[in-house]
């Protein structure tokens, strides 16, 4: 099959790069798989296994789609293509306009707070992420994710944490000074910023983490913070919305809306197995469960099925 994945951003992803790093993973799974990939994308980006094509916001999508291409995957927008080739669309975001035809979601509840009951869970390639040692000492609680976005609710994490004596915050994807927060200073030096990471030294930190602290506002979509967190040994410690109860056991940790209820769990024992939680998102969130489940789609609207 000859399949061209369309985002318009720079590949590969560096540091945080959520959606992008997803359809790397899935770009490199299909081509693993035996299929011919495309990626319709950023002037500059570079690719091993899959041709760039650049992406051309001033000419119609229809025009930048090439003759021989057997199924189109857009991201979060279809950017209007009337053309007669098949089609899917991942929503990666929480959608307020008319949602497109063929529309896949990255979670359960997603789709089903969309009106749909299809989607398919993000994964990624756990090879990339090296040896792990499940059995190192674990000394900090972490967030990861972009920090300045208040839905994540940082400060949250750091009012929960700095409630815990003794306990220690890294933040993972943000600074201690932040205007786009409304100037927020975090002065407190139980508080570590590292700021964007990623690769290896992301990998050294969570595997020393003693979990993620995830309070979000809002319905949260999916969430890569959860499954990089589970992988490397690490519960998930965060509020009952959007796609967490779904991704978070209570096996692999603990959900609540009261911020007091999370403070007196994480103060009293709680006993969760790195191993558990490192298997759960290895056999569960990876790239090639996820090609697979996205080859279905595309085998469908070959077959000329909507959805």
């Not at 590949?11 to 299929?35: D, S």
């Not at 056991?249 to 911020?259: A, I, N, Q, S, Y």
Request: hydrophobic fraction near 35%.
């Amino acid at each position: 099959m000859n399949i061209l994945i369309v985002q318009n951003s720079l590949f590969p992803a560096l540091l945080y790069g959520g959606t992008e790093r997803v359809l790397w993973y899935l770009a490199h799974e299909l081509h693993k798989m035996g299929h011919k990939v495309s990626l319709l994308c950023k002037s500059g980006s570079e690719c091993p296994f899959a041709k760039c094509l650049t992406y051309n916001p001033q000419k119609h999508i229809n025009e930048q789609i090439p003759d021989d291409i057997d199924v189109i995957h857009f991201n979060t927008s279809e950017l209007g293509y009337t053309g007669e080739k098949p089609y899917v669309v991942t929503v990666h975001g929480n959608y307020n306009a008319v949602v497109p035809k063929n529309a896949i979601f990255v979670s359960r509840n997603h789709a089903e707070r969309h009106g749909s009951e299809y989607y398919v869970y993000n994964g990624l390639d756990w090879d990339d992420y090296g040896e792990l040692n499940t059995s190192s000492p674990r000394e900090y609680y972490h967030f990861l994710g972009k920090a300045a976005w208040r839905v994540k609710n940082v400060r949250g994490a750091i009012d929960i944490v700095t409630s815990l004596p003794g306990e220690k915050l890294y933040v993972l994807g943000g600074t201690r000074l932040n205007f786009k927060m409304g100037f927020r200073l975090t002065l407190s030096p139980r508080v570590r910023f590292k700021g964007m990471v990623g690769g290896k030294e992301k990998v050294d930190l969570l595997q020393h983490s003693k979990g993620l602290i995830f309070p979000v506002k809002w319905d949260e979509p999916f969430g890569l913070a959860i499954t990089e967190s589970l992988y490397c040994g690490c519960p998930v410690f965060g509020t009952p919305y959007g796609s967490l109860p779904e991704l978070v056991p209570k096996e692999v940790g603990f959900l609540t809306e009261d911020m007091q209820e999370m403070v007196e769990h994480l103060r009293n024992h709680y006993d969760y197995n790195p191993v558990r939680c490192h298997e759960y998102a290895r056999d569960l969130f990876n790239s090639r469960i996820m090609a697979e489940r996205y080859m279905e789609y595309y085998e469908r609207v070959l077959r000329g099925e909507f959805f």
